[in-house]
C-alpha cells in the first residue's frame, strides 16, 4: 500500500528506496503538531476500581467461607481446630499437657422471662419464690385470683349441658306415649267428622220443611268442613311426630353442642392457667412481683434459668451468626463482585479504546514500518495486561502493609468476630485478578488496533 505523503515532497521513484526517505516523505508540514498523547486520568480510574475490586472480592471471599477451622492470628491467639478422621490413632498425650485451646463464652442452656398467661390479681406466691432456688418443672410459682374464671368455667359447663340435652331429644325423637296421644287425637277427630257427616245427610232431607230453617243447615255443613280440615291437620302432625326432628335441626343442635364444649375447654384453660408455673428444671434468677400486684400478659414476673452451661467457641459463634446472612453473602460472593469484574473490564475497555483512536496515526505509521496486525494486537494486549499487573500488585501491596502492618488488622463492630486480615495469597492473586481484568477489557479495542487502515487514516490529514 503507498502512504499519503506531503504536496511538498516530490514522489520518489520506482526501486529500492532508503527507509529515512520514505519516513520523512509521511510528515505533514502544513499541520499542526501531533495531538498529546492519551492522559493519565482514565488509568488512574482503572487503578482505583481495580483497588476496589480486589477489596470487594477479598471480603466476599472471606466472610462467604464460614468453615469453623481458622488460622492462628500473629499475636499467637489460636482458635478452635477441627481435626480430620484419620485410620491410624492417635498418640497418647501425657498428662496435663493441653490438648486443645481455645476462646469461647459460658452461657446458660435456657433462660427464659416468666409470665402469666391470663391478667388479674397476684392472691398468693410460693414460699420458697426467692432468687437462687431450684424448682423442678411445672411447680408452681404464683396463683392469680379465681372467682371470675371459676364462675366463667360453671357458665360453660352449664351452656353445653343445656346443648347436649336439646341434641339428644332431637335425636332420640318423640316419645311413644306422644306419638299415641297424636294418634289417639286424631282418632277422636275423626269420628267426630263422621258424626258431623251423619248430621249434614239427615239436615239435607229436611231442606224445605218447618223443621229445619237455613241457618241451622249452613251450621252443620261449616261444622263437618272445619272437623275435615281438622283431621288432616292432625294427620300431619302424627305423621311429623312418628319421622322424627329434620335433620338440619339435629345438625345445627350437635353444632351448638360441640361449640359448647369448646367453650368449657376454653374456660377450663384459663382457670388452669390461673396458676404459674416453671416451664423446665431450673434456678430463679429474679423477682418482680408481690402478692396484690396486678400483672397482665406483658408483665415479667421473673427470669428462670437453667443453670447447665453451653461453651460456645468463637468459630462456631462466627459460622451461627453468618448463617443468617448465608444467601446475602453467596450474592455477593457470586453475583456482585462478578458484576464489579465486569463493570471494571467495561470501563477498562473504554479507556483503551480511546487510547486506541487517540493513537490512530500511530497505528497506521506502524502498519507502514512493517508491524503486521497481529503483531499490533499483540503489542496493545501487552501494555494493558502490564498495566493492569502492576495496579494489582500496587493495590494488593498496599492494602496488605497498611492493614495487616500500619492497622493491626481491621476490626469488625461485633464481639467474637476476629480482626480482619489480608491474607499473604493476595500478593499474588490482586495482581493475577487485575492482569486478567485488563486483558479481558482490552480484547475489542486491541481488535480495533489490528483493524485500523492507513489509507482511511492519511487521507483524513491530507
Not at 499519503?4 to 510528515?27: A, W, Y
Not at 492519551?38 to 477479598?58: D, E, K
Not at 467474637?416 to 480484547?443: C, D, K, N, Q, Y
Request: proline letters at 5%; hydrophobic letters at 45%.
Amino acid at each position: 500500500m503507498t502512504p499519503v505523503h506531503s504536496l511538498e515532497t516530490p514522489l520518489p521513484q520506482k526501486g529500492n528506496i532508503p527507509l529515512d526517505v520514505r519516513v520523512r516523505s509521511l510528515r505533514l508540514e502544513d499541520k499542526p503538531a501531533s495531538q498529546p498523547r492519551t492522559s493519565i486520568i482514565p488509568w488512574a480510574l482503572c487503578a482505583i476500581l481495580l483497588l476496589m475490586t480486589v477489596a470487594f472480592g477479598y471480603r466476599a471471599y472471606r466472610v462467604g467461607s464460614t468453615m469453623p477451622v481458622t488460622s492462628a492470628d500473629t499475636r499467637g491467639e489460636s482458635t478452635p481446630q477441627v481435626s480430620e478422621p484419620t485410620s491410624a490413632p492417635s498418640a497418647p498425650t501425657a498428662a496435663g499437657e493441653v490438648v486443645l485451646q481455645s476462646k469461647g463464652y459460658v452461657l446458660a442452656a435456657h433462660q427464659v422471662k416468666l409470665g402469666a398467661k391470663l391478667g388479674g390479681t397476684i392472691a398468693k406466691l410460693s414460699e420458697r419464690l426467692e432468687e437462687g432456688q431450684f424448682f423442678k418443672a411445672g411447680e408452681p410459682l404464683a396463683w392469680l385470683e379465681t372467682d371470675e374464671y371459676e364462675a366463667e368455667y360453671q357458665h360453660a359447663v352449664s351452656a353445653r349441658e343445656s346443648a347436649k340435652h336439646r341434641y339428644e331429644e332431637l335425636e332420640h325423637g318423640n316419645r311413644p306415649q306422644e306419638i299415641q296421644a297424636s294418634l289417639n287425637e286424631l282418632k277422636e277427630a275423626e269420628a267426630n267428622l263422621e258424626q258431623l257427616e251423619r248430621d249434614l245427610r239427615r239436615s239435607q232431607q229436611l231442606i224445605g220443611t218447618s223443621a229445619l230453617t237455613a241457618k241451622d243447615f249452613e251450621q252443620a255443613r261449616f261444622s263437618r268442613d272445619a272437623m275435615k280440615r281438622r283431621v288432616l291437620r292432625l294427620s300431619f302432625v302424627h305423621e311429623l311426630m312418628e319421622r322424627g326432628a329434620r335433620k338440619e335441626k339435629r345438625d345445627a343442635a350437635k353444632a351448638d353442642w360441640k361449640a359448647a364444649e369448646a367453650d368449657v375447654a376454653k374456660a377450663k384453660w384459663r382457670l388452669d392457667n390461673c396458676t404459674v408455673r416453671t416451664p423446665f428444671d431450673g434456678h430463679l434468677l429474679s423477682k418482680n412481683v408481690e402478692v396484690g400486684s396486678v400483672v397482665s400478659t406483658q408483665t415479667i414476673l421473673g427470669e428462670f434459668a437453667n443453670l447447665a452451661v453451653k461453651v460456645e467457641t468463637a468459630s462456631s459463634g462466627i459460622s451461627s451468626f453468618l448463617d443468617a446472612y448465608r444467601d446475602m453473602l453467596w450474592g455477593v460472593r457470586w453475583l456482585l463482585v462478578p458484576a464489579i469484574l465486569a463493570t471494571l473490564s467495561m470501563v477498562i475497555a473504554t479507556a483503551i479504546s480511546i487510547s486506541v483512536r487517540e493513537r490512530r496515526i500511530e497505528m497506521a505509521v506502524l502498519k507502514v514500518l512493517g508491524f503486521g496486525p497481529t503483531r499490533i494486537l499483540f503489542m496493545v494486549l501487552a501494555e494493558a495486561a502490564f498495566i493492569g499487573l502492576v495496579s494489582g500488585a500496587l493495590s494488593a501491596g498496599s492494602a496488605y502493609l497498611y492493614i495487616n502492618k500500619v492497622m493491626g488488622g481491621l476490626r469488625l463492630p461485633i464481639a467474637f468476630f476476629p480482626p480482619f486480615r489480608i491474607p499473604l495469597e493476595a500478593l499474588w492473586w490482586g495482581p493475577t485478578l487485575g492482569f486478567l481484568t485488563a486483558l479481558v477489557g482490552s480484547i475489542f479495542p486491541a481488535w480495533s488496533a489490528r483493524s485500523v487502515r492507513v489509507s482511511q487514516v492519511f487521507s483524513k490529514l491530507a
